[in-house]
Nanobody, 115 residues
């Protein structure tokens, strides 16, 4: 089992950047997959990015080239660097971890991209 806490959301202008953090309650060394989803108002939750323990990375097409996911096992933290933000990136961003066939989720952090 693992608890996840996201931080780093906020209001940013189009073209700006934010870095989200996801802090885990225990070591993430053995957690094979960690990543991010997002949910915009009145839309379904959608995949953003994931990173494996072997540092294999997959991005959604909508964020490829703009977002960078990374993990720091020493800090038990996963990051999402978001650059060139667009209004359509506005959403609640959720961190998740896949542990022995079970997905664990944080409570989310709101990102609003607006001028």
């Amino acid at each position: 089992q693992v608890q996840l806490v996201e931080s780093g959301g906020g209001l940013v202008q189009p073209g700006g950047s934010l870095r989200l953090s996801c802090a885990a309650s225990r070591s993430i060394d053995s957690i094979y997959t960690m990543g991010w989803y997002r949910q915009a108002p009145e839309k379904q939750r959608e995949f953003v990015a994931r990173i494996t323990s072997g540092f294999g990375i997959v991005y959604a097409d909508s964020v490829k080239g703009r977002f960078i996911i990374s993990r720091d096992n020493a800090k038990n933290t996963v990051y999402l660097q978001m650059n060139s933000l667009k209004p359509e990136d506005t959403a609640v961003y959720y961190c998740y971890a896949g542990v022995q066939g079970t997905s664990y989720w944080g409570k989310g952090t709101l990102v609003t991209v607006s001028s």
